[in-house]
């Protein structure tokens, strides 16, 4: 370590250092924040030595305990969290203004107030008025639910330690500042500063604690990105861009899985769950529509069954356009490269038949995943090639198939995770049909077709076309 005395300049708003000085802050952005500092690490070696040393502790010597989590009883909320809040977690609920966090958390204070768990609803942004009144319009139990109108986190963990409360909410982490730090309510050093001290009174008193965070649409802006790496768990309350739905979602969490989602009715009287979210993304519109096909994706331990719709145009001007909705755009590119190289397709001309390659090079494609959701899915390649083809080939897939496959670059069909378990959704949804890879699955109340390649599917739409109207070699 170099022992010589070295001058830095820190931001007074967010605590960057830099070498150089600068009239604006390249992290947070505050104009004429930077101020000198000087560092001895000289003198640092010296503390460091003085101090004395932590306590090492032997984990083999340590009980097993059992993990005892705080049920909510609603099943999404429950599965997203894990299996319930963990005692002692800090837990950042983030969203966007006006999403619906207040509610959610209210919701679960209501979910969990009894006679032996006592909550604290902290809030810089609304009065013990506003809140009872919102409760009461709930129609939430506010018997086992205490208010602290402070600002001050000092002052709140004060009430904490001598309630010590199960459950803690502070909404929202943006309104609270600490007096430790000078700067500015809201800025990064008092949101970080804040949180550290939620944490160590969460670790220390085995107390549950939530800490709401508003973020922009970008996800950058007011704090709570800065926060990740601080809190256990962090929760997204996200709304579904079409109807009038709310996803919970769980982007970290140190006691359980990041896959799981919930999925939420906004309603007068709070948030409603989602028992059948399968129906949710599936258009009930029983029309036959070219394009359109219904495929099954995972999240986490849960199945849903999502529709997906295909346009293919012919190319006006200029190159081809590729445009999705809720997939990706660059997974769409290699889909399209694939059925351009390998399938083919099978027709008539006058009396003999004839097959010549797929060629999308001069049509649009347009992709669109019903319902709003942002799907990652390999399994939906098939269902998504099967689209392009049936909007391609102006033929409909009927509403009782449902389709689940990964494509790869030789236009084989490979096999997808939890096979059995999409086949069993699929059974149970009244659904006739499945085309999926070649496996070894045994079916009775369903009918499996089971394909090696997209040459195979191509020529069963080409079978089904009327043969009084070629199908037209592109």
Same mark, same amino acid.
């Given at each position: 370590?170099?022992?010589?005395?070295?001058?830095?300049?820190?931001?007074?708003?967010?605590?960057?250092?830099?070498?150089?000085?600068?009239?604006?802050?390249?992290?947070?952005?505050?104009?004429?924040?930077?101020?000198?500092?000087?560092?001895?690490?000289?003198? $640092?070696?010296?503390?460091?030595?003085?101090?004395?040393?932590?306590?090492?502790?032997?984990?083999?010597?340590?009980?097993?305990?059992?993990?005892?989590?705080?049920?909510?009883?609603?099943?999404?909320?429950?599965?997203?969290?894990?299996?319930?809040?963990?005692?002692?977690?800090?837990?950042?609920?983030?969203?966007?203004?006006?999403?619906?966090?207040?509610?959610?958390?209210?919701?679960?204070?209501?979910?969990?107030?009894?006679?032996?768990?006592?909550?604290?609803?902290?809030?810089?942004?609304?009065?013990?008025?506003?809140?009872?009144?919102?409760?009461?319009?709930?129609?939430? $139990?506010?018997?086992?639910?205490?208010?602290?109108?402070?600002?001050?986190?000092?002052?709140?963990?004060?009430?904490?330690?001598?309630?010590?409360?199960?459950?803690? !909410?502070?909404?929202?982490?943006?309104?609270?500042?600490? /007096?430790?730090?000078?700067?500015?309510?809201?800025?990064?050093?008092?949101?970080?500063?804040?949180?550290?001290?939620?944490?160590?009174?969460?670790?220390?008193? $085995?107390?549950? !604690?939530?800490?709401?965070?508003?973020?922009?649409?970008?996800?950058?802006?007011?704090?709570?990105?800065?926060?990740?790496? !601080?809190?256990?768990?962090?929760?997204?309350?996200?709304?579904?861009?079409?109807?009038?739905?709310?996803?919970?979602?769980?982007?970290?969490?140190?006691?359980?899985?990041?896959?799981?989602?919930?999925?939420?009715?906004?309603?007068?009287?709070?948030?409603?769950?989602?028992? $059948?979210?399968?129906?949710?993304?599936?258009?009930?519109?029983?029309?036959?529509?070219?394009?359109?096909?219904?495929?099954?994706?995972?999240?986490?331990?849960?199945?849903?069954?999502?529709?997906?719709?295909?346009?293919?145009?012919?190319?006006?001007?200029?190159?081809?356009?590729?445009?999705?909705?809720?997939?990706?755009?660059?997974?769409?590119?290699?889909?399209?490269?694939?059925?351009?190289?390998?399938?083919?397709?099978?027709?008539? /001309?006058?009396?003999?038949?004839?097959?010549?390659?797929?060629?999308?090079?001069?049509?649009?494609?347009?992709?669109?995943?019903?319902?709003?959701?942002?799907?990652?899915?390999?399994?939906? *390649?098939?269902?998504?090639?099967?689209?392009?083809?049936?909007?391609?080939? /102006?033929?409909?897939? *009927?509403?009782?198939?449902?389709?689940?496959?990964?494509?790869?670059?030789?236009?084989?069909?490979?096999?997808?995770?939890?096979?059995?378990?999409?086949?069993?959704?699929?059974?149970?949804?009244?659904?006739?049909?499945?085309?999926?890879?070649?496996? *070894?699955?045994?079916?009775?109340?369903?009918?499996?077709?089971?394909?090696?390649?997209?040459?195979?599917?191509?020529?069963?739409?080409?079978?089904?076309?009327?043969?009084?109207?070629? !199908?037209?070699?592109?």
């Amino acid at each position: 370590m170099n022992n010589k005395i070295q001058t830095v300049y820190a931001c007074s708003q967010c605590g960057a250092q830099s070498l150089k000085w600068s009239g604006r802050c390249l992290e947070c952005g505050a104009w004429a924040s930077l101020q000198t500092q000087t560092i001895d690490h000289k003198d $640092n070696l010296q503390k460091i030595s003085s101090v004395e040393p932590a306590k090492i502790i032997d984990l083999t010597k340590i009980e097993q305990q059992n993990l005892t989590r705080i049920k909510t009883n609603i099943n999404e909320i429950d599965r997203v969290f894990g299996g319930g809040i963990v005692p002692g977690s800090l837990i950042l609920l983030s969203g966007e203004p006006g999403i619906g966090k207040s509610t959610i958390v209210a919701q679960v204070a209501n979910a969990i107030s009894n006679e032996n768990c006592q909550i604290i609803y902290a809030s810089g942004e609304e009065s013990a008025a506003q809140i009872k009144a919102r409760l009461e319009r709930l129609k939430y $139990n506010i018997n086992n639910i205490k208010f602290v109108s402070e600002t001050n986190v000092e002052k709140i963990l004060s009430a904490v330690i001598k309630v010590k409360p199960t459950l803690v !909410i502070i909404d929202s982490i943006q309104t609270v500042y600490s /007096n430790d730090i000078p700067s500015e309510t809201g800025s990064i050093n008092q949101i970080r500063s804040c949180a550290v001290k939620f944490l160590e009174i969460a670790k220390e008193h $085995n107390i549950s !604690i939530i800490l709401i965070g508003h973020i922009t649409k970008d996800g950058q802006v007011a704090g709570p990105k800065s926060l990740e790496h !601080i809190v256990d768990t962090v929760i997204y309350l996200e709304s579904e861009t079409t109807h009038n739905y709310r996803i919970l979602r769980a982007t970290k969490n140190r006691f359980g899985s990041i896959n799981e989602l919930g999925i939420f009715e906004m309603t007068g009287l709070g948030f409603k769950e989602i028992k $059948n979210p399968s129906a949710v993304f599936i258009e009930t519109n029983k029309q036959k529509i070219t394009g359109s096909v219904i495929s099954c994706f995972i999240e986490g331990t849960r199945l849903f069954l999502v529709e997906i719709q295909a346009l293919v145009t012919k190319t006006i001007f200029g190159y081809p356009q590729r445009k999705v909705s809720g997939f990706d755009l660059g997974r769409l590119q290699v889909l399209c490269a694939v059925l351009t190289k390998r399938a083919k397709i099978y027709g008539t /001309n006058n009396t003999s038949e004839r097959k010549a390659n797929i060629n999308l090079t001069n049509q649009d494609v347009i992709l669109n995943v019903v319902g709003g959701l942002k799907i990652s899915d390999p399994s939906l *390649d098939l269902a998504v090639c099967l689209a392009i083809i049936s909007s391609l080939l /102006n033929q409909c897939i *009927d509403r009782r198939t449902i389709v689940f496959g990964e494509v790869g670059l030789g236009g084989e069909i490979r096999n997808v995770v939890k096979l059995e378990q999409r086949i069993a959704e699929a059974e149970k949804l009244g659904f006739t049909q499945v085309i999926t890879n070649d496996c *070894d699955i045994k079916t009775k109340k369903i009918k499996l077709i089971k394909i090696n390649n997209l040459n195979e599917i191509v020529s069963g739409i080409c079978r089904e076309c009327d043969s009084r109207q070629p !199908i037209m070699i592109i």
